[in-house]
């Protein structure tokens, strides 16, 4: 399988919304919320007193968003790899059989091997995507994105990141930066997809928004979301503008008929084209194509 083929279907990920297993009641919302995967939390969104039985309803809650209409990817974050809850969290989790299992705080690539070889004795197809989000995850983030094909992507965690090395967080996010490129340029290297930090100022749109920015311009494909209104913005952010897709359209015919004239580099615009600029553009066409063939009739 091509690392790009994951079980989501084509490599579209621009939202990722969490509601904590605790408040079936947010997340029998996914499906209005449309989420490009939707996430059941039993790590940090669900409270101490509260994560056994959380987990003991685990598969009812995900049979009810699914008959509630959720047509999306569905995913379970257990909690992390050193707590006491990680083997009875996999364990429901596999047993829900859902499209995706979250691992968060990931630090050596022994934590997402644990969780793949759960999944594979469960007898399940389940992806894992990992949560780099400390020092530790930081530094091993390029062995961790390399180590199993199971693992379909790594989402960067800002806050706990934050907490682990001593940092004032900041609206600029200066602090966090460095690691915020390790971790993408990881991702990349492995052809994985990279999900970016989220912002906890839930009802600031416009900070949100400066982030989706700053996400998509270093190359991440989308964004973790607390709320549906930030899902809606995140997959806003991600999507192609029609400014961008008319753009990009124009490159390609003209670059068809450089070629055809027996030309590499070319002057388009003002601008030289060669073949990374291309490469760009072709795949903001092809997201677009993805959201074409994934749009309601």
Same mark, same amino acid.
């Given at each position: 399988?091509?690392?790009?083929?994951?079980?989501?279907?084509?490599?579209?990920?621009?939202?990722?919304?969490?509601?904590?297993?605790?408040?079936?009641?947010?997340?029998?919302?996914? $499906?209005?919320?449309?989420? !490009?995967?939707?996430?059941?939390?039993?790590?940090?969104?669900?409270?101490?007193?509260?994560?056994?039985?959380?987990?003991? !309803?685990?598969?009812?809650?995900?049979?009810?968003?699914?008959?509630?209409?959720?047509?999306?990817?569905?995913?379970?974050?257990?909690?992390?790899?050193?707590?006491?809850?990680?083997?009875?969290?996999?364990?429901?989790?596999?047993?829900?059989?859902?499209?995706?299992?979250?691992?968060?705080?990931?630090?050596?690539?022994?934590?997402?091997?644990?969780?793949?070889?759960?999944?594979?004795?469960?007898?399940?197809?389940?992806?894992?995507?990992?949560?780099?989000?400390?020092?530790?995850?930081?530094?091993?983030?390029?062995?961790?994105?390399?180590?199993?094909?199971?693992?379909?992507?790594?989402?960067?965690?800002?806050?706990?990141?934050?907490?682990?090395?001593?940092?004032?967080?900041?609206?600029?996010?200066?602090?966090?930066?460095?690691?915020?490129?390790?971790?993408?340029?990881?991702?990349?290297?492995?052809?994985?997809?990279?999900? !970016?930090?989220?912002?906890? !100022?839930?009802?600031?749109?416009?900070?949100?928004?400066?982030?989706?920015?700053?996400?998509?311009?270093?190359?991440? &494909?989308?964004?973790?979301?607390?709320?549906?209104?930030?899902?809606?913005?995140?997959?806003?952010?991600?999507? $192609?503008?029609?400014?961008?897709? &008319?753009?990009?359209?124009?490159?390609?015919?003209?670059?068809?008929?450089?070629?055809?004239?027996?030309?590499?580099?070319?002057?388009?615009?003002?601008?030289?084209?060669?073949?990374?600029?291309?490469?760009?553009?072709?795949?903001?066409?092809?997201?677009?194509?993805?959201?074409?063939?994934?749009?309601?009739?």
């Amino acid at each position: 399988m091509n690392p790009n083929e994951t079980a989501l279907g084509e490599p579209l990920l621009r939202s990722l919304l969490f509601a904590p297993a605790n408040r079936p009641d947010l997340v029998l919302k996914f $499906p209005r919320a449309a989420a !490009d995967c939707s996430v059941i939390d039993l790590e940090d969104g669900t409270a101490l007193a509260e994560k056994q039985a959380a987990r003991a !309803d685990l598969r009812n809650l995900v049979e009810q968003v699914r008959a509630a209409g959720l047509s999306g990817p569905l995913g379970v974050r257990v909690n992390a790899p050193d707590s006491p809850f990680f083997a009875e969290d996999v364990a429901a989790a596999v047993t829900c059989a859902p499209d995706v299992i979250l691992l968060p705080k990931a630090e050596a690539v022994e934590d997402v091997l644990r969780l793949a070889a759960a999944i594979q004795a469960g007898g399940r197809e389940i992806a894992v995507f990992a949560g780099i989000e400390t020092a530790a995850g930081v530094l091993h983030a390029p062995q961790i994105c390399a180590c199993t094909r199971v693992l379909q992507a790594v989402f960067f965690g800002a806050e706990d990141l934050a907490a682990d090395i001593g940092a004032q967080r900041t609206d600029r996010g200066d602090e966090v930066l460095a690691a915020r490129s390790m971790v993408l340029l990881a991702a990349r290297a492995s052809r994985i997809l990279a999900i !970016d930090q989220a912002v906890v !100022d839930i009802r600031d749109d416009e900070r949100f928004l400066r982030d989706c920015a700053a996400s998509r311009n270093l190359g991440y &494909d989308g964004k973790t979301c607390l709320t549906p209104r930030q899902t809606a913005l995140a997959n806003q952010a991600f999507s $192609p503008s029609a400014k961008e897709l &008319d753009y990009a359209q124009r490159l390609v015919a003209a670059y068809e008929a450089a070629r055809a004239r027996g030309l590499g580099a070319f002057d388009f615009e003002g601008r030289m084209i060669d073949t990374p600029l291309l490469r760009r553009a072709e795949r903001l066409l092809r997201t677009q194509s993805t959201l074409g063939r994934s749009s309601p009739a």
